[in-house]
């Protein structure tokens, strides 16, 4: 696979949706597929990842420096990409009130500081998230189907996803079961997504693959494929709770993906990171990966996110030296 260039697979695709088995509305995200044996044509078919050239791609990115007025830009950017996150089995309404709290107005003292994208948290706790933000335009994401494991049946995932949309969850981010993929039980994995997809209708749903147990990358790029075609509007890099989580290298396969399929059908998907990333500058060398890889039409909280839970304090603290010249203490910023 090249790393910095379309890599063929729209043609890979379109012949493969069209030649094995592949019926329904091709792959624009809205198709039914048939077997394992046609899925696996499919994703069998896309180029190999040159692991050594994304590796070294991902290492070059990260040297680019920015301009002062460009990184305030980037700062603020990130700052609306993120996606708040507690998934923790201590959560306490207390805890969620104080992150939606923060997510609405990340720092009281500066209302220029734009809001996040999103809070995420457990299905129990939606309702009490959505009231906490009602009108603040900070959407409730919901993990869902059997977090973070994805082992359980469809008809528990499926219960899983109804409980988070009738507490009035915004966004969906679902869990693939890994297992049925390493065991190329592909046609499993799609049905279970496409069925999410189904129930979700309007909700936004991003697709965990828990890149870190896919073991490598041309697993993650047939993962990335193969959630795209069942219908995700985000695929998302991990659950946060398997090391390593998200890294550069995973990021550019991904991205280079939905660039791919966007180019293949027509359909923009989105990309979230999450898992490890603590600081202001971890974020903006995700963003630049996003403009060299995907492309600037992907710099937006509509096509790329960030989960995290400390990252928002780092990114508040470069901003104020920004502005002042000076550090914040890391204490000056809520911790929740």
């Known amino acids: 696979m090249n790393v910095d260039a379309p890599t063929g697979a729209a043609g890979i695709v379109a012949a493969g949706v069209t030649g094995t088995g592949v019926t329904g509305a091709t792959a624009a995200g809205t198709g039914v597929v048939g077997s394992d044996a046609a899925l696996r044509q499919i994703l069998h078919g896309l180029p190999g990842v040159d692991q050594v050239g994304a590796h070294e791609r991902a290492a070059s990115l990260a040297t680019r420096s920015i301009k002062r007025d460009a990184k305030l830009w980037a700062l603020d950017m990130a700052v609306r990409m993120v996606d708040l996150t507690t998934l923790e089995g201590a959560d306490t309404p207390g805890k969620v009130r104080g992150l939606c709290t923060k997510a609405r107005q ?41 977090f973070p494991s994805g082992r359980a049946s469809l008809a528990v995932k499926l219960a899983d ?43 936004h749903l991003k697709v965990i693959l828990e890149t870190a147990e896919l073991a490598t990358l ?52 989105g990309v979230k990171v999450a898992g490890g990333i603590r600081t202001a500058k971890d974020a903006i060398r995700y963003l630049v990966l996003v403009r060299e890889i995907a492309g600037p039409q992907w710099l937006t909280p509509e096509a790329f996110r960030i989960g995290a839970s400390s990252l928002l304090n780092d990114l508040l603290m470069q901003r104020r030296k920004q502005l002042t010249g000076a550090y914040a203490g890391p204490d000056y910023f809520t911790l929740d």
Do not use: H
């Open 106 to 146: 990340p720092d009281p003292d500066d209302p220029s500081v734009p809001p996040v994208a999103a809070v995420c948290v457990y299905p129990d706790l939606v309702s009490l998230a959505r009231g906490e933000l009602a009108g603040s335009g900070v959407a409730v994401a919901s993990v869902a189907t059997a």
């Open 161 to 203: 996803v109804a409980d988070a949309l009738n507490a009035g969850a915004d966004e969906v981010d679902m869990v693939i079961d890994r297992g049925a993929f390493l065991a190329g039980r592909y046609a499993q994995v799609y049905e279970e997504v496409r069925a999410v997809r189904e129930a979700c209708g309007p909700t």
């Open 218 to 269: 041309d697993n993650t790029l047939r993962a990335a494929w193969l959630a795209m075609l069942a219908g995700a509007d985000f695929i998302k890099t991990s659950t946060g709770k398997v090391t390593p989580a998200a890294t550069p290298p995973v990021a550019l396969v991904m991205l280079s993906a939905v660039r791919d399929f966007a180019e293949a059908t027509g359909r923009r998907v």
